[in-house]
């Protein structure tokens, strides 16, 4: 076996790999790399190869941090590999290994597309020295650890039909009402979209990051068919917009807004159907609905999230969460427990200064 550094001119080969294998995602793809270096990420992308048969792939994000000569590696729903293949994967890991040294990073960080039931992959990393980073039932971790998957295998009546009824009714309300979806939108909507969803956030309380991100997004996604926006339109404007990702044959449902007039006309409902749709006709088998709360008590405020998901028929999918390589352990704690301590405390303190001064 043997790692190869991959480069622009080995773009297709990677890709072609990626997308094509059944843990392949976008977020492993090399344009996902291009998008991460605009916010001041350096991807490293390697393929195993063994006797001209590639065996697994990484897109490793890297990031320096305060520490001199230091950084850390991360590989978003990373590597892609078959996880049965103990051999082809401590070939990889001992591999990164050596990267890390090279770069001064203290330690990788996981998260792969792995079901939560395989405790066979969770030990089998545990005796690699992984550490489970598991951050909590919300949105702690760097990417959800629960989502709704939506298999594609049935025909467009029988996926309706299998949906909740108030789903099924709030998508036809939202046709009858006259919500229009432009499934071919064009960059100039992308602003009016942006728009939005900065109002969305505010309703909503939640960050968004700033234009510029999503022009990058869509120079490098859009531009390569590898993402679409749709916008839901009524009465001749602009009320709801959706980004979905595709990737292979999956398609992941990833910005969503909605703005605050018109919302009894459903748009979102409308949105999700046609992206669904949009889906199954690229040769999609899977939609993934991202992320909703692995708390699932009727009071915690995701909770509606989850139920507007659930209507769907989804299958509710736990992954195995974060798993950490240190390679300084020292170091790695210091990131890991001194450092939010400090910050955490710092902040704390802050706050009661402005509260008693």
Same mark, same amino acid.
């Given at each position: 076996?043997?790692?190869?550094s991959?480069?622009?001119k080995d773009?297709?080969?990677?890709?072609?790999?990626?997308a094509?294998?059944?843990?392949g995602?976008?977020?492993?793809?090399?344009?996902?790399?291009?998008?991460?270096?605009?916010?001041?990420?350096?991807? @490293?992308?390697?393929?195993?190869? !063994?006797?001209?048969?590639?065996?697994a792939?990484?897109t490793?994000?890297? =990031?320096?941090?305060?520490?001199r000569?230091?950084?850390?590696?991360?590989?978003?729903?990373?590597p892609?590999? %078959?996880? &049965?293949?103990?051999?082809?994967?401590?070939?990889?890991?001992? !591999?990164?290994?050596n990267?890390? =040294?090279?770069?001064?990073?203290?330690? @990788?960080? @996981?998260d792969?597309?792995?079901?939560?039931?395989?405790?066979?992959?969770?030990?089998?990393l545990?005796k690699?020295?992984?550490?489970?980073?598991?951050?909590?039932?919300? $949105?702690e971790?760097?990417?959800?650890?629960?989502?709704?998957?939506?298999?594609? %295998?049935k025909?467009?009546?029988e996926?309706l039909k299998? $949906?909740?009824?108030? +789903?099924?009714?709030?998508?036809?309300?939202?046709?009858?009402?006259?919500?229009?979806?432009r499934?071919?939108?064009?960059?100039?909507?992308?602003?009016?979209?942006?728009d939005? /969803?900065?109002?969305?956030?505010?309703?909503?309380?939640?960050?968004?990051?700033?234009? %510029?991100?999503? #022009?990058?997004?869509?120079?490098?996604?859009?531009?390569?068919? /590898?993402?679409?926006?749709?916008?839901?339109?009524? !009465?001749?404007?602009?009320?709801a917009?959706?980004?979905?990702?595709i990737?292979?044959?999956?398609?992941?449902?990833?910005?969503?807004?909605?703005?605050?007039?018109? =919302?009894n006309v459903?748009?979102?409902?409308?949105?999700?159907?046609?992206?669904i749709?949009?889906?199954?006709?690229?040769?999609?088998?899977m939609?993934?609905?991202?992320?909703?709360?692995?708390?699932?008590?009727?009071?915690n405020?995701?909770?509606?999230?989850y139920? $507007?998901?659930?209507?769907?028929?989804? &299958?509710? +999918? #736990?992954?195995i969460?974060?798993?950490d390589?240190?390679?300084d352990r020292v @170091?790695?704690?210091l990131?890991?427990?001194?450092?939010?301590?400090?910050?955490?405390?710092?902040?704390q303190?802050?706050n009661?200064?402005r509260?008693?001064?």
């Amino acid at each position: 076996m043997k790692l190869i550094s991959i480069t622009e001119k080995d773009r297709e080969t990677f890709n072609s790999f990626m997308a094509s294998h059944p843990k392949g995602h976008i977020l492993q793809s090399f344009e996902w790399g291009e998008v991460k270096e605009t916010t001041g990420w350096q991807p @490293l992308r390697f393929l195993v190869v !063994e006797n001209d048969d590639i065996k697994a792939g990484i897109t490793i994000l890297k =990031r320096k941090i305060p520490f001199r000569g230091k950084s850390i590696f991360y590989a978003p729903r990373g590597p892609v590999a %078959d996880y &049965e293949d103990h051999k082809t994967l401590d070939f990889l890991f001992r !591999e990164i290994k050596n990267v890390a =040294r090279k770069h001064g990073a203290i330690f @990788l960080k @996981l998260d792969p597309d792995i079901p939560a039931y395989r405790k066979d992959v969770t030990d089998y990393l545990k005796k690699r020295g992984f550490i489970s980073a598991d951050k909590g039932l919300n $949105f702690e971790g760097v990417q959800p650890k629960f989502v709704f998957r939506l298999p594609l %295998d049935k025909d467009e009546d029988e996926m309706l039909k299998s $949906f909740h009824s108030k +789903t099924r009714y709030n998508i036809r309300l939202a046709y009858r009402r006259g919500v229009k979806i432009r499934k071919n939108c064009a960059k100039q909507d992308l602003k009016v979209f942006y728009d939005i /969803l900065q109002e969305t956030s505010e309703r909503d309380k939640f960050l968004i990051r700033s234009y %510029d991100y999503f #022009e990058t997004l869509w120079d490098k996604l859009v531009e390569n068919n /590898l993402a679409r926006l749709f916008m839901a339109e009524y !009465e001749g404007r602009p009320i709801a917009g959706s980004l979905a990702f595709i990737f292979g044959d999956k398609a992941w449902y990833i910005y969503g807004a909605s703005s605050n007039k018109h =919302r009894n006309v459903m748009p979102n409902y409308a949105l999700q159907w046609e992206m669904i749709k949009w889906a199954k006709a690229q040769g999609c088998t899977m939609y993934d609905f991202r992320g909703v709360s692995g708390d699932l008590s009727p009071d915690n405020p995701l909770y509606g999230l989850y139920r $507007f998901k659930k209507g769907f028929n989804g &299958e509710f +999918t #736990e992954f195995i969460g974060e798993y950490d390589l240190p390679f300084d352990r020292v @170091l790695y704690f210091l990131w890991e427990r001194v450092i939010p301590f400090y910050r955490k405390t710092r902040r704390q303190m802050v706050n009661l200064k402005r509260k008693f001064f």
